[in-house]
């Protein structure tokens, strides 16, 4: 386990997570699917580190793995628990794995499907608190209704049942369930996705009124760059398993420094229809995981691929002060940035 500098809440090194493939009667693996593939990055305390990429480059694998939801083929998952010791969450026994849970949250894209229709709001929000034995009785009711309240939700329908609400209120009671426990470090996948816009915004912004409140950090994975720009204080794109750039928010959408990340850029819709879109298409399919190019995976469809991108793959590295790209050309290439809302 390597050190973990002081300024960083959590820490994620070298993660790997390759699903088997299996195939025949005797379920013999024939390969694997790398949906994540020696993935670096951190957080800082309070922050909120963004996750963007097409659909299957393996953010929701690498949030799962994160929280140990999905055990990781392999890497370290270093976390500074609230007494401040950090610890590797990957090497943790099962009873330390409980406790170290109260302090990593996940927050589901579909507040439909993630909250149990037979279950009242008080059990569903109070059921954290009860599987870790943390309260009960009066204590546990009135810790519910505070948090209900903390959500924006009104504490006197704590009897009611989830088909009761609306989808903005369904993802508020998830929020209070995943707050229940008092969490540093929150993991939200796709967590305003499944809301009409106008609800999306008020998500959104009570997450950031929750984590200034709280001082929570966020892993925030998501699709919708507009979102990320909006909610992340710094950005990871994600290309086949691969972290392929990271940087701050403003450096990331002004001067990116991958190829993948300028296509991300100019392919996301412009809102105003007047606007003409200089936008570009992607060429060609998402590589396949599985199966994935030799050299740099994105070779088939970068527009600046060159041989060596055939043949080796790119290291990640330093252009700037904190903005990290994994490209033989990274810091050489003019690329486009974005000015999105
Ligand atoms: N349990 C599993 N078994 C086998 N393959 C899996 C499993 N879960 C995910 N994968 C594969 O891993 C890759 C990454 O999937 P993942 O769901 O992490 O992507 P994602 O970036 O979250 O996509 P989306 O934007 O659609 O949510 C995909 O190729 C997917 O098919
Ligand atoms: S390494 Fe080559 S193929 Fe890959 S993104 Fe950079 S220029 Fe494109
Ligand atoms: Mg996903």
Redesign the pocket.
Known sequence: MNAIQEEFVLEVQSMKKY?AIKKGFLQKTVGY?K?VDDVHFYIRPGETFGLV?E???????LGRCTLRAIEPSSGSVLFRDRQGSVRDVLKMETSDLRAIRRDMQLIFQDPYSSLNPRMTVLNIIAEPLVCNGLLSGQALVDRVKQLMELVGLNSRHLERYPHAFSGGQRQRIGIARALATDPKFIVCD?AVSALDVSVQAQIINLLQDLQEKLHLSYLFIS?DLGVIQHISNRVGVMYVGKMVETASTKDLFASPKHPYTEALLSAKPIPDPRKKSNRIILSGEVAN?ANPPSGCYFHPRCPYAQDVCRKEAPEMKQVAEGHYAACHFAGELELRGASVS
């Open positions: 699903f699917v949906a990429g659909s299957g480059c393996g953010k929701t694998t796709e699709h995981p």
